[in-house]
């Protein structure tokens, strides 16, 4: 993946090796639940957009500033109009991405949330992780070729630095609109080799390859998907830790260019 | 829903008592296979948009035409560029609905193509329905308002009269990524009372909903969910059905009002 562009195959690739090497400017953050975002917000001291770049009758939501070097762009899909709850799921977190990235040309996005977490796989509740790919797991299309589609598979940006250094968990990703997974969702999960499961991830991925901007996903595991049901504490503990793990990487995304990540 | 303003409330109620005064002018066609578009594209002598209104590496295509007095946009969400297969699915089709919207600021979106359909709900191979709304069948998340908004229920344009000149049937339609239904997807769409199964119609009324642009979905049942495998020949006779529904709406709404439908 890499930095939007506007010209041809090969003036796309010129631009790709020098925006590895240009320190990074303008991130896009995605986060689908507006509770999660705000810690992240009142740290990094973004305040709302009032001027939406986004059209009219839409939802969603940008909070914008500049930290340090950066140009920092935290957008939520906002509430449902009629019933009041985050727009979580894969569609509207794909519209938001897509008309982020149109209006802002970010350098890299982040998507950033809680997701639940096998224990199976070593997964336990406040772990960080950062994924390798991402893929669906409820696109079933049992036809040749179509399988593959439906599965949406994607890798994120390479980042063994900033794995290194914040010491963050590794591992592979399913993305679901259901929270509560299918007997078919579960085995497919399985089949991904999921670590951790979300609801937005691979669709962001899916906007983000479309139009070419490198991307991380960054979640912490706030329940167990094979284990027992979280405690308040536990929830909280785990917001906590997603504002944190977004400070850091931001923190060391600055100054620093693509390829160094 | 209503046409696309940019108002206040007040000023936009206005603009839909007018809009539904007046004769409709544009209207974009949605179509998730290309092979199912082609037909169309030739009936209704429409020619592909080579200077694209979407952004560089999208794979969306828009055919463009004047057809009696209406300006025709049929636009599909093109091949997967890795794949080479129709972008099929939720995700796709909101991206080019929302960006075609954005573009082309049409007066009515007929989003189009063909389904499976439930026997004993009195769905039969070649059947034309209208969708009366469509709701998703795959998004479980149960927690209270979280779960109305995953089901994600919208009522379709009502279209009385053109229901009976052309004699349609008429029912709910249930939206998934799935080809093959799990259990789970099976008792969502029993819960919906679904008639017919789609992919994309679901995601296709969100985001008209969002932008405010009335919505009609027409889907021609290809094979039966609960019942014997379709044949080649059913297939084909399917398509051209879908050709000739597309046709047939075409014709009825040109001149008319959206009140008139």
């Known amino acids: 993946m890499a ?10 690739e010129t631009m790709v090796a020098k925006a590895e090497k240009r320190p990074i400017s303008t991130i896009l953050i995605v986060m689908a639940m507006q509770s999660e975002a705000l810690p992240v917000v009142n740290k990094l001291n973004l305040s709302e957009d009032l001027q939406s770049v986004f059209p009219k009758g839409v939802p969603w939501v940008r909070y914008r500033g500049f930290y340090k070097d950066l140009n920092i762009n935290l957008v939520c899909p906002g509430k449902d109009s009629s019933l009041g709850v985050d ?9 938001v ?17 809680t997701a639940g977490g096998f224990k199976a796989k070593g997964a336990c509740i406040g772990d960080v992780y950062v994924a390798s790919d991402v893929a669906f797991c409820d696109r079933r299309i049992p036809i040749p070729v179509f399988d593959l589609y439906g599965l949406g598979l994607r890798q994120a940006l390479s980042t063994p630095n900033l794995q290194k250094e914040l010491n963050l968990k590794v591992g592979k990703l399913s993305t679901g609109d ?21 609801m937005e991830a691979a669709a962001v991925a899916y906007v983000a390859d ?7 996903f960054l979640k912490v595991v706030i329940d167990i998907k094979d284990g027992e049901e979280t405690t308040a504490e536990e929830s909280s503990q785990s917001f906590a830790a997603l504002e944190r793990a977004v ?3 931001t923190d060391f995304i600055n100054g620093k260019c693509l390829s160094d990540l």
């Open 3 to 12: 930095p939007h562009g506007d010209k041809s195959d090969a003036a796309d």
């Open 97 to 113: 991405t897509y008309a982020s990235i149109q209006a802002l040309q970010p350098d890299l996005i982040i998507n950033a949330g």
């Open 178 to 198: 259901s929270l509560h997974m299918s007997t078919q969702d579960e085995a497919s999960m399985v089949a991904n080799d999921a670590v951790v499961k979300d």
């Open 247 to 249: 400070t850091q990487v």
């Open 210 to 216: 479309l139009l070419k901007v490198p991307s991380v």
């Open 87 to 95: 727009c979580v799921g894969t569609v509207p977190a794909s519209l």
